[in-house]
């Protein structure tokens, strides 16, 4: 994928997240904060690497670190595995990697 595209991907990706989520943290609800645009699952699990709204959670950088721990430590912090984020925002493993496929990534 050319640089340009990704950067597109990323920007578009972020937007949609952010959008959906109020522009809110949505395991913390800080809206006053910085707020990152968190893969559920890893870029590397997914066709095109995830930039799908699916499969994506606003979180602040507190609540970003936490969820990022299973990735460092292999242990989810408590309330912030894949699957309890993805119910958060009424998604799932399944329902991101077909909107990955939809999107012919
Ligand atoms: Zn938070």
Redesign the pocket.
């Not at 943290?25 to 800080?30: E, G, I």
């Not at 979180?59 to 970003?64: D, E, G, Q, R, Y």
């Given at each position: 994928m050319g640089k340009l595209r990704k950067q597109a991907l990323r920007a578009a990706f972020r937007e949609a997240v952010f959008t959906r989520d109020g522009h809110c943290?949505?395991?913390?609800?800080?809206s006053d904060?910085e707020l990152d645009a968190h893969h559920i699952s890893d870029r590397t699990t997914m066709p095109g690497g995830g930039y799908v709204k699916e499969n994506g959670i606003s979180?602040?950088?507190?609540?970003?670190r936490l969820a990022e721990q299973l990735w460092e430590t292999g242990v989810a912090a408590p309330g912030l595995t894949p699957e309890q984020l993805y119910a958060l925002i009424g998604s799932s493993f399944a329902r991101a990697l077909r909107a990955c496929q939809e999107r012919g990534a």
């Open positions: 943290c949505r395991v913390c609800s800080a904060t979180l602040c950088k507190p609540c970003h």
